[in-house]
């Protein structure tokens, strides 16, 4: 070992690491400092101008609010963005740095830009201050860096567990942002837990592209290719072997994996990958990359995947982002499962303690949502692994406590879809929601006759129009009888009876012309109908009525008085089919025909006017707000 590392002592010298990077910490990025990129300066000049506005009280379009945080390469600052009046993150060199840190950032910009996915902090805009300097003007992350999490877990956002699976949680979702990110053949060659931030409510974000390479080819200038990389890049507790030389030749997706490897290692350990007194103790413990013996204390599993990851030669390794994300899935598939069902069982109880209970109408919500969360957490027990039995059978209990709650509540649709769920089926339950269906279907047979019957009788259709004929009508012979009876007083109709009989004709005919123009109103349904056929009826039969007198010779006294019986007849049966309270207003014919007979000299047409006018005066009235029958 001291003969291989003497050997690496020149290698080591040979990689021109200034002082200054001499000096860093083991967990700080290292910023190739002798890269340059020929377009440089053309990408600067092409970028737009931003006013930033620190304590001046000038307008602009940045006005800076404060410090959020500095690293290797940048500084990061919060401040207003004006045009849009909301908070954003700063992202601008530090002050002094070399032109490398200016054209790692500039790369940064690009590469995030291209690599847009959930897991990537968006960048909404790129420019230079007014001193030249370049600008990321990128979306404010509320929360706090993963590292510091690991150091003290209460600095965590969100009130979740910080324990072991809530890490792995976190290095999945990176790890889904580093697939993304390699499809787009970009290799990140920076993964560690401090360039990921960890949102207010959970989000994860992997930050500090700046280092990274491309395995394409592009026309992008700040887009540097792996073979034209130079110079030594990354943080040297988490290195690949292949990164500890000043060129990036050997850098693929297989680095990225290791980095992983690196950052799951110090999720299990509280440690990093890479150790030493030195920086180049450091790069030699990662040119190595030994493998580790885990304590009792780290799952065998979990040590296994780390050492694969971190294997010194890449083709030992995961051989994609995937590979190492499914081993991590897999690890965590059986106790998640578990976790899930028992947390099912949980609300189960309280879900079995309700059911115990007399039914309270204030429960309901709290049943429903049980419901929910006990078949939801069965089921994501058993989709991630499928023999898990405990979550089967809960599930099969479940769901034959939901059908009998849809029985119980007479809901055969949601009981039938349920059933349909179940793991196990039970031929009593089938039984019992074929027959509830079936009265359902009957039920709303039953209903629809109700509906159609409650349409058929509803008084409100064609109310405002029989209100303008009883009106009409009411007018109309209401006046004509008390015309006639002038008529009689004077002494101008020689032949009282013929003149009564020959009225019938305009009676007839303004009823007819009434029942033509608003035919469509007064036939629309079966009320409607019953009432006009009995008027129709009515005129019919006090049509027959007169010409009868007539022929007898029967005098206008005794006619009048048939008459009145016969429209009282009439308004009785209106009112017996319709609305009793038509009914009771008949009274007005009956005592206009004994009053037509009391007044028989020179009187009787009087009190066939006045309840020709009453009678439809009313009618009118109670079918401006008629009484509808409807379906119970």
Not at 55 to 77: F, H, P, Y
Request: hydrophobic fraction near 45%; glycine fraction near 8%; charged fraction near 25%.
């Amino acid at each position: 070992m001291k003969d291989t590392f003497a050997n690496f002592e020149a290698k080591f010298a040979d990689l021109g690491l200034d002082e200054k990077t001499l000096q860093i910490g083991h967990d700080k990025t290292i910023v190739p400092q002798n890269q340059s990129y020929r377009s440089t300066r053309e990408v600067m000049n092409s970028l737009p101008r931003m006013s930033v506005d620190g304590d001046s009280g000038l307008g602009g379009d940045l006005k800076i609010k404060g410090k959020i945080g500095a690293g290797g390469m940048g500084m990061v600052r919060l401040a207003e963005q004006a045009p849009l009046d909301r908070l954003v993150a700063v992202k601008s060199p530090l002050a002094g740095r070399e032109e490398g840190a200016v054209n790692s950032l500039l790369q940064e910009a690009y590469i995030t830009g291209m690599v847009e996915h959930p897991n990537v902090v968006p960048i909404y805009t790129l420019g230079r201050s007014e001193s030249g300097e370049p600008l990321i003007v990128m979306k404010r992350i509320e929360g706090v860096a993963w590292q510091d999490v690991l150091n003290d877990p209460s600095r965590a956002p969100t009130a979740d567990a910080v324990d072991l699976h809530w890490h792995l949680r976190i290095l999945i979702e990176v790890c889904d942002a580093v697939r993304y990110a390699h499809n787009r053949g970009v290799i990140h060659r920076d993964i560690k837990p401090e360039n990921v931030m960890i949102g207010q409510y959970g989000e994860v974000y992997l930050l500090d592209w700046g280092i990274a390479v491309s395995l394409n080819r592009s026309e992008n200038p700040m887009l540097r290719h792996v073979s034209e990389a130079t110079g030594v890049a990354g943080t040297p507790s988490y290195m690949a072997p292949e990164m500890t030389d000043d060129t990036a030749i050997n850098v693929d997706v297989r680095t990225d994996v290791y980095l992983l490897g690196a950052v799951l290692h110090e999720i299990i350990t509280g440690t990093t990958r890479h150790e030493g007194e030195s920086l180049m103790k450091v790069f030699f413990a990662a040119l190595q990359s030994e493998p580790v013996e885990y304590g009792p204390d780290v799952p065998r599993e979990l040590g296994n995947i780390a050492n694969k990851a971190t294997s010194k030669e890449r083709e030992d390794r995961y051989q994609t982002v995937a590979e190492f994300q499914q081993a991590i899935l897999d690890y965590i598939e059986h106790r998640a499962s578990i976790e899930l069902s028992e947390a099912a069982d949980d609300q189960w109880s309280r879900l079995s303690e309700l059911l115990s209970l007399e039914r309270d109408p204030a429960q309901e919500l709290e049943l429903h949502d049980l419901f929910g969360e006990c078949r939801f957490g069965y089921r994501q027990a058993l989709r991630l692994w499928g023999d898990n039995v405990p979550a089967r059978d809960g599930l099969q209990r479940c769901l034959q406590a939901l059908i009998e709650y849809y029985i119980e509540s007479k809901n055969d649709v949601g009981a039938a879809a349920t059933l349909k769920e179940l793991p196990t089926p039970v031929p009593e339950l089938n039984d019992r929601v074929t027959k509830l269906a079936e009265l359902r279907a009957l039920e709303e047979r039953e209903m629809a006759k109700l509906r159609r019957f409650s349409a058929a009788n509803d008084l409100a259709k064609g109310s405002t129009a029989r209100s303008v004929v009883a009106i009409v009508l009411g007018l109309f012979w209401g006046y004509s009888n008390l015309s006639s009876q002038w008529a009689l007083n004077a002494g101008e109709i020689p032949d009282p009876m013929l003149d009564h009989v020959t009225s019938t004709g305009r009676t007839v005919s303004i009823a007819v012309l009434m029942m033509v123009i608003f035919r469509k109103a007064l036939f629309s349904n079966a009320a409607n109908r019953r009432i006009m056929f009995v008027m129709i009826a009515a005129l019919f039969a006090v049509t027959c009525a007169r010409v009868g007198a007539y022929w007898v010779g029967a005098d206008l006294v005794s006619s009048q008085a048939a008459e009145m019986f016969l429209w009282a007849f009439s308004a009785s049966m209106i009112g017996i089919v319709t609305d009793l309270r038509i009914a009771f207003a008949s009274v007005v014919f009956y005592a206009a025909g004994f009053l037509g007979i009391y007044f028989q000299d020179g009187g009787q047409l009087y009190p066939m006017a006045i309840a020709s006018f009453l009678f439809f005066a009313y009618m009118a009235f109670l079918w401006r707000k008629p009484r509808t029958l409807k379906a119970s």
